[in-house]
Nanobody
Framework: QVQLVESGGGLVQAGGSLTLSCAAS???????MAWFRQDPGNERESVAQIVWNSGYTSYADFVKGRFTISRDKSKNTVYLQMNSLKSEDTAVYYC?????????WGQGTQVTVSS
């Protein structure tokens, strides 16, 4: 069974930085890992994605130039480095993994940006 464990959320002032981590465990092959976010009243939206083997990355327009997704293949861990945070980045951030055994979600980690 695949498990995703997220960490790194918290409270930060606008303009500050945070790094989220998501460690995947279980017997599987990873295809992609991604970060999504959701705030109350809105649908969950994609933030960034990384293709596990190639390292190819893609980003939502609203985070381009501010957020960086990366992975450590030896640790089955994906990171989201978030810089120049804005109040509108406040949300619960979810890790997602597409693997040989299905599509998986983490429990979510709260990121709150104070203005």
């Amino acid at each position: 069974q695949v498990q995703l464990v997220e960490s790194g959320g918290g409270l930060v002032q606008a303009g500050g930085s945070l790094t989220l981590s998501c460690a995947a465990s279980g017997l599987f092959s990873l295809y992609t890992m991604a970060w999504f976010r959701q705030d109350p009243g809105n649908e969950r939206e994609s933030v960034a994605q990384i293709v596990w083997n190639s390292g190819y990355t893609s980003y939502a327009d609203f985070v381009k130039g501010r957020f960086t997704i990366s992975r450590d293949k030896s640790k089955n861990t994906v990171y989201l480095q978030m810089n120049s945070l804005k109040s509108e980045d406040t949300a619960v951030y979810y890790c997602n993994a597409l693997s040989s055994v299905g599509n998986h979600w983490g429990q979510g980690t709260q990121v709150t940006v104070s203005s």
